[in-house]
């Protein structure tokens, strides 16, 4: 009897040990991730697409990484520090970093980058660097200085990997960029390296032996699989084919499905810098939708709940005003606009709608917005506005809504960890340009929010930025610029037995160097 | 025997008679039977037929399905006979002329419609309606432009015959002009079967209207079968009554018009009929 609980408790010893060194990280392995749609290229310096981003950003490396409380972390710069007055920023950069070539990398990368590269193409490290930085110099191999030209809070934060990607000096100096081959075979400093891309299929990436951080990365190999349906998807995380299926890769009604097989995780974080904000762009050149009545009563039509728990499956957050409750200087304390029809057929009468057709041009995202189109539609119907659904596909959306040709449409934006990047660009008078459906296409003008974004933008400390930005959300919340309708969850599928797969603000597009399999 | 005994007797075609009697009357009935719009939602979305008060459930979201259909009928029926008739419009004419003509004006019109006949319908009348922006007109005038061939060959066929019967050469002699002719003399004979091609047309452009509304080609602001079985379609699996029912009655409706046709033409060419039963 003694004997066998000896046993017993030996057996249980065992199943202990066995247990906690499962639980350590094991080394090696390959992970299967389906990313949507196929990306243009991986040369993430030259291309910030989404699917890009997901699969460069394990390439590629910039000087920060973000947690998911968006606070940095040290990637390719070890530490960092930020002078009394907040216009010196001097990044101390980690030792014995090699490119994917060999070549050994320094801070006159870091410096090509920053001041040549990134400044002629991309379009958002362009206007920072442009309007807000004094000099970048390189003081050592391994230190660099950023002198601002006044305070810029959010410069931090616009260190992500997709906003600015360290670019091999020694292969693109004195090179027409985007005709460089080596953009097929994008040669970076993080944890993978770039094996092959069989186009229409997959793209391979392989462990990078000689990276700086020891022991990592854990695995072995990533296919990024690329499937063209998005039921084809699905069925291939159900069989077993695919480890991974990224934010967006499965229709939202499908998520609950997926991630009630056995095995089967699922996370809505690791979209903290983005936390797409979804909304209907109003048209403030057409009539009746210049009203602010007008569009409160209509922001009192839309049933936003319902939008959330039948059209998005009960995923996401309702918002009150232009900045994200998921990311820095949110306040709660705004105007709110509840589902009450009666007051807003009583806000639309007063508002002098004739009852003229407004049109909405869908957004041809798949079913998700297809459905949720037609259930605002519905809503407006019923407090006596007529909407004309118009279809169209993926560039006619995209060529109306950068010409201003529509009267609603939806859209949804990143917010980019900071409301200077991210929130700014679609209500300042000074970005209602033509040419891009992410800029004020609506024509909002406000000479008040201007000032208030304006003064955010280079206020000196945190407490005065949030002080602003208050105000601001204050006042667009009882403006109305555009209709807020849903703060996106894009949720991460994954086998439970691949851990680490989201941990930062940015999930996947970075998350691999720390990911290990069991 | 005339034609409407012989009618009276083909079963099919009283079967097909009777859900199309049915399927007016829904059209008809569809603002007492369902006053609400089809798009409203009235329900828990995917509640199964049955349950609670949804005869044949409700959709992904909880818009009652039954109302769609009732709602859908009228569209699907409107679209059948005015896209028909505006095949009929442009094939008639055409077929008519080239037929009496006959010569280089025979051998243009032909070389036209060949040209027609050609492209596959299907995928002209997606390109058309992609073009055009999707609506009722754009939907109704890419299925007669898709839809007409067809007419014009029956038509020119018949006229060539025609012409050279004894009372139409009798009207060129006592001098009756040319169009009279046409509109007087030839094509009422030709009127059997131009009705037994339009009752089937009004099935195909049915289909057709169901098909582009399934790839979401639909007028978005209409509530059709085909965007009924192309919206729940996703949703098989957990609840199949969403796209099921819709395809039934486009399944219903199309096997009809068909019965109908075929019963109109066995009972307007009963001799016809004996050959090929023969």
Known sequence: MRMRTYLAAGVAALVFAVTSAAQAQVEGGSVSVVVTPEPPMLMQALNQNGPTNMIAGNIYESLLRFNEALEPQPSLAQSWEVSEDGTVYTFKLQEG????DGEPFSADDVVFSLDVFLREV????????????????????NTVRLTLKQPFGPLLLAMETASAPIVPKHIYEGTDYASNPMNNTPIGTGPF????????????????EDYWMDGRPYLDEIYWRFIPDAAARAFAYETGEVDVLTGGAVDIFDVPRLSELENSCVTSKGWEMFAPHAWITINHRNGILGNQQFRQGLMHAIDREFGRDVVWNGFGEIPTGPISSKTRFYDADVPTYDYDPEKARELIEASGYDGEPIEFLALPYGETWTRWAEAI????????VDLQIVTTDVPGWTQRTSEWNFDMTFNFLYQLGDPAIGVARSYISSNIIKGSPFANVGGYSNEEADKLFAAAAIAPSDEERQELYSQMQALLAEDLPVLWLLELDYPTIHRCNVKNVVTTAIGVNDGFRDAWKE | MNALSRFAANRGALIGLALIVVLVAIVVLAPMLYPQSPWRMVGRPMGAPLDGSFLLGTDTLGRDVAAGIVHGARVSLLIGIVSTFAALLIGVPLGAVAGYFGGIVDDAVMRFTEFFQTIPSFALAIVLV????????????????????????LIRGEVLSLRTREYVQAAITVGQSTPRIIFTQILPNTLAPIIVMASLMIATAILLES????????????MTWGYMVGAGRSRIIDAWWISFFPGLAIFLTVLALNLV????????????RKEVRK
């Open chain 1, 97 to 100: 970093v090699t490119w994917h």
């Open chain 2, 261 to 272: 046709g075929e019963g109109i033409n066995d009972a307007l060419n009963p001799r016809l």
């Open chain 2, 130 to 153: 992609a073009i055009l922006q999707p609506s009722l007109p754009s939907i109704v005038l890419a299925i007669a432009i898709v839809s007409w061939p067809p007419v014009t060959r």
């Open chain 2, 211 to 222: 098909s582009l509304s399934f790839l979401g080609l639909g007028d978005p602001n209409l």
């Open chain 1, 377 to 384: 539609r519905q809503n407006f119907a019923d407090v006596g």
């Open chain 1, 122 to 141: 991309h379009p958002r490290w362009r206007p920072i660097v442009n309007n807000q930085v004094e000099t970048i110099e390189k003081v050592d191999d």
């Open chain 1, 193 to 208: 390296k770039f094996e092959e891309w069989n186009r229409g299929s997959y793209v391979h990436l392989v462990k990078n």
